[in-house]
């Protein structure tokens, strides 16, 4: 599971249920898929994902452009190799 696709199903949990999930896994139930990922609830409204893979971390905060996520996560695997 990329930060991206997690900041995706975050948004689309928040815009289903009416609120930011607690925890990360009531989004993915029963995923196993959540190596490496850090979800933090910082208010009702705004979180934070980070996710970390061979040393490398990508960070995402609740109004971070997704397209600028996109280009930082591609620099940090770009510099990793």
Known sequence: M?????V?????????AGSLPVELAQVFEG???LEGLTYQ????SRFR???VRGGSA?????GDS????LGTARRT????R
């Open 66 to 69: 997704l397209s600028s996520l």
């Open 58 to 62: 990508v960070l995402f905060e609740s």
């Open 31 to 33: 995923s196993e898929d």
């Open 8 to 16: 995706l199903s975050v948004e689309k949990y928040r815009d289903s």
């Open 77 to 80: 695997m770009e510099n990793a």
């Open 49 to 51: 994902l980070t996710g």
């Open 2 to 6: 990329t930060v991206y696709q997690a």
């Open 41 to 44: 609830r910082l208010d009702g």
